[in-house]
């Protein structure tokens, strides 16, 4: 994306924004290369039927063929005189001209120090017309005087006195005023007088004759009948009150092309001098703009250099979660083992409660271990998205499965629209982003329900998310992204969740390309929603579908060098009705292989104490049964690169923590 040399910031000083955004003027600011850089809201204004294609970076040469598409190029164009070779100005210089829609222009261009340069332009069409329709009438005036009888005025005129007397009529009033007897006698005020010229003339400037209480007043009207003749109307009121109102005809007096020549040559010299002293102005304004900006980028160094070590700090931060996390997991998997033990057994009821509101306590602190990883590795990049193409619906059955009971627990309706669709991305992602959405969703929604909906919008489905909930407040929508931010309740009801879900959700959605949008208001509800590419349905691939497996008499040797962990693991098997057989290491294990035993399962940790890892101890085994015995890998370490090489290996793949119901899920998919 192009980045300009410099630009208006919320930083720049306020007062000196606000002044240039709140000129009538355009201004636009372009760089060494000829391209906007900037320009103000004037500048936006002039062009209306091209402001929403006006985008930073465009070329001059860009934006001069969208003017002339648009029908709005200048008559007359700039002297190349006045240009380099690079069509920068040589110095300051103002150029007045037509537009081909008709509005006059008035254009001053200035070099800048910096190599850039800016432009003005200002629309000066209203003091055009006015200075013209002043200058015919004082030409028709004067060469009624110079012609003589040749061109006699038509003059008629109407006094009104202080006293509210009968006003008196000079000249042929009938014929400039059109006028009848009875509606001459009708007309007793000023008012009146006005009143009946608004039926038979135009006015060009309306309202004028209205508008003014006292002292002098010219104008030009048009008759509404006949040959429509030009007359010139001028009004005066002495110091007593008397109102005097003069009709001339001076029709026969101009010619509007020759006066519209003449007024190019004398009157604008004026006006050019008012809107050069206004462009001198607004390059002052300007070179001060450039003067705040060389500061506030050494004050933007700095803040870069703060930013970059504040980010350097995060990486390590993040580094140092990703390495704790496999001695983090270790002695919270053992406890939920030891406890899910203790729950199957025969004890006391209040004992189970106890040790289930124990397990909801680690399955806190593993959710928020977990998510701590997961953040870490997408901020690492070490996440890397494994792209394939999926139905949609497969997924959304399984959520739907997931959260079906949590909603109607409290009340909720839980829609799913099935639509059939196949997309290409990360379908572990893309699980992961949907499932935060409608967690989330349900948390905060005490009425209504949770609605799930898919469309396509531009060749991407568009799968949104939306409930009936508290809604969030459009100032906090931002904020919500971030890490550790819950989402705010308009209610006293805590807050759920541990604040990582949509930074994550975030973050994951940037890997696979898609984008996510909000919707809400607050009482009404919120629509979260993820696009992501659509694939043929030709590629579609079908997810493998869970299979069960008898345990009975089922051999498992479980490699695992942490003495908690494994006797949680041997206790939970045994409940599961398998016979189970521990060891520490390879050696170990391979002891019990050597006293006779032949498992049907090898379940190892994958780090087993340096420099001893888990598929070494399996290949170890395999070897000396001399068959490819079924095994499953046990890690905290989620990078797709180890989960690809324990696959390759023919060995399953299951992360920590350790949850009962995954880990029963995939033994039964290994005994289908």
Avoid at 503 to 532: Q, T
């Amino acid at each position: 994306m192009y980045q300009p040399p410099f630009e208006i910031s919320p930083h720049d000083p306020p007062t000196l924004i606000e002044a240039i955004n709140h000129i009538n003027v355009g201004i636009c600011i372009c760089d060494a290369e000829n391209r906007l850089v900037w320009w103000n809201n004037a500048y936006q204004e002039f062009w209306s039927a091209l402001s929403d294609r006006i985008t930073m970076g465009m070329s001059k040469d860009e934006f001069a063929a969208m003017i002339h598409d648009a029908g709005t190029e200048l008559w007359v164009p700039v002297p190349n005189s006045w240009l380099n070779e690079s069509g920068h100005p040589i110095g300051s210089f103002a150029h007045v001209s037509r537009l081909a829609d008709g509005r006059w222009v008035q254009i001053h261009a200035a070099p800048m120090p910096s190599g850039s340069y800016v432009t003005s332009i200002s629309d000066i069409s209203e003091l055009k017309a006015r200075d013209m329709r002043d200058l015919a009438i004082d030409l028709a005036e004067r060469n009624a005087l110079v012609h003589g009888d040749k061109f006699a005025l038509k003059e008629a005129t109407v006094t009104f006195l202080p006293d509210g007397s009968d006003p008196t009529w000079h000249g042929p009033v009938e014929d400039l005023l059109n006028l009848r007897l009875d509606q001459r006698t009708a007309i007793r005020t000023y008012d009146d007088l006005a009143k009946r010229c608004r039926t038979n003339f135009t006015f060009y400037d309306l309202d004028e004759l209205d508008r003014l209480i006292g002292g002098d007043l010219l104008s030009l009207i048009r008759q509404n009948w006949g040959d429509k003749h030009f007359v010139s109307v001028r009004r005066t009121t002495t110091a007593d009150g008397t109102v005097m109102v003069r009709f001339v005809d001076v029709n026969d007096q101009f010619d509007l092309n020759g006066i519209v020549q003449e007024s190019d040559s004398a009157r604008y010299r004026d006006l050019e001098r008012v809107v050069d002293r206004l462009n001198g102005d607004i390059i002052d304004v300007t070179r001060r703009l450039h003067e705040e900006n060389m500061i506030r980028r050494a004050v933007e160094q700095d803040l870069i250099a703060s930013k970059e070590e504040a980010e350097r700090s995060n990486v390590l931060t993040s580094r140092f979660v990703a390495a704790a996390g496999h001695d983090l997991m270790q002695p919270l998997n053992a406890a939920r083992l030891f406890i899910s033990t203790l729950v199957s057994s025969r004890i006391s009821n209040r004992s189970k409660q106890v040790a289930n509101k124990a397990l909801r306590a680690l399955d806190f602190a593993s959710q928020l271990i977990e998510a701590l990883l997961d953040l870490s590795k997408i901020e690492l990049g070490l996440t890397k998205p494994r792209f394939d193409t999926f139905l949609v619906d497969d997924i959304l059955r399984d959520i739907y499965a997931e959260f079906y009971s949590e909603a109607k627990a409290k009340g909720l309706y839980l829609r799913v629209d099935y639509f059939g669709k196949i997309v290409n991305s990360d379908r572990v992602l893309f699980r992961r982003i949907v499932q935060n959405f409608v967690a989330n969703a349900i948390a905060h929604t005490t009425a209504g329900g949770v609605q799930i909906t898919q469309r396509i919008v531009g060749g991407e489905l568009r799968l949104a998310v939306s409930d009936t909930g508290a809604g969030i407040a459009r100032h906090a929508q931002a904020e919500i992204f971030s890490e550790f931010t819950r989402i705010p309740t308009s209610d006293a009801t805590p807050t759920h969740g541990l604040g990582l879900g949509l930074a994550i959700a975030a973050g994951a959605a940037r890997l696979v390309g898609g984008r996510i949008r909000l919707a809400s208001r607050p009482n009404v509800g919120s629509r979260f929603s993820l696009s992501v590419p659509m694939a043929p349905a030709s590629l579609a691939t079908d997810p493998t579908a869970k299979g069960g497996g008898h345990t009975a008499n089922k051999i498992v040797i479980v490699i695992e060098d942490h003495d908690l962990t494994r006797e949680a693991m041997e206790g939970l098997l045994q409940s599961w009705g398998y016979s189970v057989f521990h060891s520490v290491n390879c050696d170990d294990a391979l002891r019990i292989v050597q006293n006779g035993i032949r498992p049907d399962l090898i379940i190892s940790d994958y780090h087993l104490g340096s420099p001893e890892i888990g598929t070494t101890a399996v290949y170890c085994l395999r070897e000396a049964l001399g068959a490819s015995i079924p095994a499953l890998i046990i890690t905290a370490d989620r990078s797709v690169e180890l989960r690809q090489a324990i696959e390759r290996e023919g060995m399953s793949f299951i992360l920590k923590p350790l949850a009962p119901e995954a880990l029963r899920d995939v033994l039964a998919g290994i005994w289908k």
